[in-house]
């Protein structure tokens, strides 16, 4: 049986970004949605099915409205809800054509409690707030509270005459974990059908649970707020219901609202690759834009102002006509020196629009400023990489939610003769097992035998140190090595506070991705400045690193030690470009689509390692046979030796760049 066009609270959020998406959402064969088709792999990595369970488990006596069909499961909660008391796991409510899943109904009488459960931290022991100074929602909770609202509202006009309280339920952050392997108890399985499925174990107590690591807090009004359209500075023709009633009815018609374009465009997730073009997909993002401006043909795929790299005054110029890039000028950036070397962010961005413009495609590197730099190093130089990730229920008792777990690093090491090695390594999945102390001692061996510069490719890395510095201020005396540990994490990290940098180790970690930022540009990259995006810029521009990298060299005999990799040839042509190293490297998973295999690995410059992360959760909560778990092991091994031997690369080849411009 056909199932109604329902606007549901996905696509009513969906809607809150941006109402045209609803014309594009669940159309993959025409509109490519760059969102991960398995929303399960998602909240694995983050995991928030762990939370959905924990929440499930504080409400002993619910019982859960499993089917799928929108009929059944609005003739089952209603038979359900003629009781008098009642608890509810994924109830289903709708009003005209609005429709909602509740995760969580109780029903007492004529009063009824909804619970959001959402994958997020919240510390109950201080004075939070959902709202800004001027009473307006913040930007990091409106998605979550517009989730709750809408569902209240259908919920308040399908149950009339009920007094409805709404609440979200998240971890709370100020709770210490009371039990061991508490994250260990929600087990990951799969039924007959291929559908995943959670497994609470069969001896797992919630009672003993004190104080409950979940917390529950009143959004009702948060909810007001949204209702009566002061929810934010934008100011709304329509009421809440009309609003919703528009909403449903465009999508039930299938009509596209006609679309405003703004810096969020940037980001959308309806948007085609051209290769995907090319077979016959079409691109959301571009229909908008052409139906925006009225361009047509191949200017629709070139640049526009939400292409400039950290620009925040895309909305500015977009307002004022300003789309295309090529009618920027310089006065719309503004650049300006900040007496540091090589090019401010806004000198930057003045750039990338100027070569754009001129249609240069050269490389651009800063070699006096760069030589300098790389002067200061001092050998052997180490070159680090993690993989982290943080539990939304804890390890081990003690322990809160979401503190930092890492899990696996990777050492690459260039000695002054210009030999490399990949030196050590590190991966603790191992499941229930914590394995920070463990990491960081390991690292503290692999870095502590010189003084030799250590390297590090964006910000991750400090933040996750001091993380662990934080861990190991609070354990007292529990760790005999608390106070060395300390200090090393102390050498290698910088601390800032209120604007400044407060603390700065003497072996403080270099960045390579603020050396980039200063120091290269290359209009192949597009503005970015991931090591995604700036190892193939700088394979392509190296004669050196491809006559090197373009034999099997690496962990070949007599090459290059490698601890995963046995006669690697990196350098692969793919036409004049070389491929993507990455590309070579073999599949975390048989059991993820190509598409979603692509967005866990896409990676920007706060290294969020989705893949990776998600690996580790799968590790840690699937089960699997050891063969499985080593395959998995190995690969990710590979993964992270590839991240820095990309850093490596990086190095070698603006060595190589500095020389061939004689500036050596």
Not at 210 to 231: H, N, Q, T
Not at 462 to 474: K, M, P, V
Request: aromatic share 10%; hydrophobic share 35%; proline share 4%.
């Amino acid at each position: 049986m056909k199932q109604n066009r329902y606007l549901t609270k996905s696509r009513y959020k969906l809607a809150c970004e941006c109402p045209t998406k609803l014309f594009y959402t669940g159309k993959q064969k025409t509109y490519p949605d760059r969102k991960l088709d398995d929303s399960f792999l998602q909240a694995l990595a983050q995991g928030g099915y762990q939370v959905g369970e924990l929440a499930k488990c504080h409400f002993p006596d619910g019982q859960c409205i499993t089917t799928l069909d929108h009929a059944r499961a609005l003739q089952e909660t209603r038979e359900w809800m003629k009781k008098d008391r009642v608890i509810l796991f994924e109830a289903a409510f709708a009003h005209e054509s609005l429709f909602i899943r509740a995760d969580v109904v109780v029903k007492s009488g004529r009063s009824i409690k909804l619970y959001e459960v959402k994958a997020k931290s919240w510390d109950s022991s201080g004075e939070g707030s959902f709202c800004n100074r001027d009473g307006t929602l913040k930007a990091g909770w409106r998605s979550y509270l517009h989730d709750v609202a809408f569902q209240k509202y259908v919920m308040a006009q399908n149950l009339k005459g009920h007094e409805i309280k709404a609440y979200l339920m998240m971890a709370d952050k100020s709770v210490e974990c009371s039990i061991e392997r508490l994250n260990q108890q929600f087990k990951l399985l799969r039924d007959a059908d291929g559908r995943r499925l959670v497994e609470v174990a069969s001896d797992f107590d919630a009672e003993k649970l004190k104080p409950f690591p979940l917390c529950a807090v009143c959004v009702d009004r948060e909810c007001d707020l949204i209702w009566s359209g002061r929810d934010s500075k934008v100011v709304h023709k329509q009421t809440f219901p009309d609003r919703l009633a528009f909403l449903a009815e465009r999508y039930a018609s299938d009509q596209k609202i006609p679309p405003v374009i703004s810096a969020a465009c940037k980001d959308c997730e309806f948007h085609a690759k051209p290769d995907q073009q090319v077979s016959g997909m079409k691109s959301g993002r571009l229909e908008c834009l052409a139906e925006f401006t009225g361009w047509t043909g191949r200017r629709l795929n070139q640049p526009t102002v939400l292409d400039v790299w950290n620009f925040r005054s895309k909305d500015k110029l977009i307002e004022r006509g300003c789309i295309d890039m090529r009618d920027m000028d310089e006065a719309d950036i503004a650049p300006k020196d900040d007496n540091k070397p090589g090019l401010s962010a806004s000198r930057r961005q003045w750039l990338q629009v100027q070569r754009h413009q001129d249609g240069d495609e050269s490389l651009w590197l800063d070699v006096p400023s760069l030589s300098a730099e790389i002067r200061r190093w001092q050998f052997p130089l180490h070159f680090i990489d993690f993989e982290t990730t943080m539990a939304a229920l804890p390890f081990n008792a003690g322990r809160r939610p979401y503190e930092a777990i890492a899990f696996q690093f990777s050492h690459h090491v260039v000695h002054q003769n210009g030999k490399v090695e990949h030196r050590g390594q590190y991966l603790n999945a191992t499941p229930g097992e914590f394995p920070n102390y463990g990491f960081l001692r390991a690292l503290k061996k692999e870095l502590e035998g010189d003084s030799g510069s250590v390297f590090r490719y964006s910000h991750h890395e400090n933040t996750i140190l001091r993380h662990i510095h934080d861990q190991l201020s609070s354990e007292g005396n529990a760790v005999k090595d608390r106070r060395e540990l300390c200090r090393f994490i102390d050498s290698l990290t910088s601390v800032r506070g209120k604007g400044a940098i407060v603390h700065q180790g003497k072996r403080c970690m270099i960045d390579m991705c603020e050396l980039v930022k200063r120091y290269y540009y290359d209009p192949a990259t597009m503005g970015s400045n991931s090591i995604k995006q700036v190892l193939p810029s700088i394979l392509n521009r190296s004669s050196f690193l491809q006559k090197k990298y373009g034999k099997p060299i690496y962990g070949g005999p007599g090459g290059i030690p490698s601890l995963n990799f046995q006669g690697m040839t990196w350098i692969q042509k793919d036409g004049h470009e070389v491929s993507d190293p990455y590309t070579l490297l073999p599949r975390l998973f048989d059991d993820v689509s190509d598409k979603d295999m692509a967005l866990l690995s896409e990676d920007d410059e706060l290294r969020d390692g989705g893949a990776a992360m998600t690996a580790y959760a799968r590790m840690q909560f699937e089960e699997m046979s050891d063969y499985e778990r080593k395959a998995l092991s190995e690969a990710l091994l590979k993964y992270c030796e590839l991240d820095t031997l990309a850093m490596v690369m990086i190095y070698e080849g603006w060595k190589d760049l500095i020389s061939t411009s004689g500036h050596a």
